[in-house]
C-alpha cells in the first residue's frame, strides 16, 4: 500500500471523531492553527515547569475554544442546510393537496408541484452518463393478467354515473395494478402489473374529481393496490437533444386535456395493444410507438408502420430509458416518467422530419407546437418561473412567465431533468454528450 493511499485511509478514520473533524478543520485554518498552536506551546512550558495552576488553565481554554468551533461550525451548517431546503421548496413549489395527501399516508417523497415521485432508479441521483441513467425498456417488464379487470360501480355511483357528454369509442384504457419494489441499494428490473379499465368509465370519474379535493382525496391512495380511481397510465417523456436543447410542447387550446400549457416534452397513454405485437416486449414497443407518434406525427399506425418508421429514428436517438415512477395527484394517475437522448441538433431533426414526410408517415402532432426550452433557460425556468422558448420549426419566441402555463407535471419533469445534468457542468456552461 503506497503512502498516499495510507493518508487517505488515515484521514477517513480520524473524520469518523469529533475531534479528529476539529483537526482537520483547524489545520486548513491559520488563524485557528496559529491560536493552537500558541495554547499548546503555553501548556507544554507550563507542564514543564510544574506550573500547574496556569497548566489547567490553558487546557480548560484550549477545551472551550474547541467546543465554541464546534457549536459555531453545527450552527453554521444548520444554516446552510435551512437555506439550501428552503431554496429546494421554492423552485419544487410543492402543491398543498399532494403534500396533504402525502401527509396522510404517512410517507417521505419528493413532491414537484402537483407530481409526487413513487420510484426512480437507484442511479438517477448519481454522476453516470445519461445515456445510463434509469432502465432500459427491455428491462422492465409490464404484465397484464388475464383477470386483471377492475369495476368501479361505487366510484361510479359516487360521481352520479357514467357521464352522459362523452361520446366516440369505449376503448380500454390500463391502470396500475401494484407497484413494483425497487430498493435504493440494488438493481432490481421493475415489473409494472396493469388491470383493464375503460374510457367512460375513466373519464366520468376524472371529470367529477379534477376538480373536487374532497371527493379526490376519499378515493387515492398512492398503493395502487388501493388506489379507487379508474387510470389511464401513461408515458411522460423528456426528450433532449445533443446540443442541450430540451423539446417542449404547447398543446393546442382544443385539447382534450391541459389545453394550452406547455408540456416538457410529451405524453402517450399505454395500450391494451402494446401487449399484443408479436416478438418485441410491451415496454419497448411503448416508448418506440410514443417517440414515433408524439414527436414525429405518426398517428393512429399500426405495429408495422411504428416498427418501420421507429427503424427510420434509431440512428439518432441515442438512448431511451425508464427513469421512475410518479403520481399526479390533481387526477389521481400514475405516471412512468421516460428519457430520450439524442445525437443531434434541433435543426438536424427538423430536416429529418421533413424527409420523412415525403415518405408518406410524418407529419405535424395534432394535439400541439412543437417548442424548445434553450439549456440557459431550465434555471430561470425552474427558479423564476421566467424563461423564453423558440418554436422548432419557425424559432418565433414565446415567454413562460407564470407556472399555470406550464402542463400539471412539466415542473417536476423539468426538475427532475436538471439533477441528472447537475453533476455534469463545465466552466463554460453544461457539458452535453454525444
Given amino acids: 500500500m503506497d503512502l498516499s493511499t495510507r493518508i487517505s485511509i488515515s484521514k477517513a478514520r480520524i473524520r469518523r471523531h469529533f475531534v479528529g473533524e476539529l483537526v482537520i478543520h483547524v489545520a486548513g485554518s491559520k ?13 507544554v512550558q507550563h507542564w514543564l515547569e510544574s506550573d500547574w495552576r496556569r497548566f489547567l488553565e490553558y487546557i480548560a481554554a484550549a477545551t472551550c475554544l474547541l467546543f465554541a468551533y464546534r457549536g459555531t461550525m453545527l450552527f453554521g451548517g444548520r444554516k446552510l442546510r435551512a437555506k439550501t431546503q428552503l431554496e429546494a421548496r421554492r423552485v419544487m413549489r410543492p402543491d398543498t393537496e399532494a403534500e396533504a395527501l402525502l401527509h ?9 408541484g402537483n407530481a409526487i415521485e413513487l420510484l426512480t432508479h437507484p442511479n438517477l441521483n448519481t454522476t453516470m452518463p445519461l445515456s445510463k441513467l434509469g432502465w432500459a425498456p427491455t428491462e422492465v417488464t409490464f404484465s397484464m393478467p388475464p383477470t386483471a379487470v377492475r369495476t368501479f360501480d361505487n366510484e361510479l355511483r359516487m360521481v352520479g354515473g357514467i357521464d352522459r357528454s362523452l361520446t366516440g369509442a369505449n376503448g380500454a384504457k390500463l391502470g396500475l395494478d401494484r407497484e413494483p419494489f425497487v430498493s435504493f441499494d440494488s438493481y432490481e428490473n421493475p415489473v409494472f402489473e396493469f388491470y383493464l379499465t375503460d374510457y367512460r368509465t375513466q ?5 367529477a374529481i379534477e376538480s373536487n379535493p374532497s371527493l379526490r ?9 388501493r388506489n379507487r380511481v379508474p387510470n389511464a397510465v401513461g408515458l411522460q417523456a423528456i426528450v433532449l437533444f445533443g446540443t442541450g436543447e430540451v423539446l417542449c410542447m404547447r398543446r393546442h387550446l382544443d385539447a382534450k386535456g391541459e389545453a394550452g400549457k406547455l408540456s416538457i416534452s410529451f405524453e402517450e397513454a399505454i395500450k391494451d395493444t402494446d401487449f399484443e405485437v408479436p416478438g418485441i ?9 410514443a417517440f414515433v407518434e408524439e414527436v414525429l406525427g405518426c398517428k393512429q399506425p399500426t405495429a408495422a408502420q411504428v416498427l418501420s418508421a421507429w427503424g427510420e429514428c434509431r440512428s439518432f436517438v441515442t438512448t431511451y430509458r425508464l427513469w421512475g415512477l410518479f403520481f399526479e395527484e390533481r387526477v389521481a394517475h400514475f405516471q412512468l416518467l421516460g428519457f430520450y437522448l439524442l445525437n443531434i441538433s434541433p435543426g438536424e431533426l427538423v430536416l429529418r422530419h421533413r424527409i420523412l414526410e415525403t415518405k408518406g408517415w410524418a407529419s405535424r402532432d395534432d394535439e400541439g407546437r412543437l417548442l424548445l426550452l434553450d439549456p440557459d433557460q431550465i434555471d430561470p425556468l425552474l427558479k423564476k418561473m421566467d424563461a423564453k422558448v423558440r418554436g422548432l420549426y419557425d424559432g418565433r419566441p414565446q415567454s413562460i412567465d407564470d407556472i399555470r402555463q406550464l402542463h400539471r407535471t412539466s415542473l417536476y419533469r423539468l426538475w427532475r431533468l436538471k439533477i441528472a445534468l447537475d453533476p455534469r457542468p463545465t466552466s463554460g456552461g453544461w457539458s452535453w454528450p454525444r
Fill in 203 to 207: 373519464q366520468s370519474v376524472f371529470r
Fill in 281 to 289: 416486449s410491451p415496454s419497448e414497443y411503448l416508448f418506440r410507438r
Fill in 31 to 43: 488563524l485557528l492553527s496559529f491560536l493552537f498552536g500558541a495554547i499548546a506551546a503555553a501548556v
Fill in 217 to 225: 382525496s376519499q378515493l387515492t391512495s398512492l398503493d395502487p393496490a
Fill in 104 to 112: 396522510a399516508e404517512n410517507l417521505s417523497r419528493p413532491i414537484v
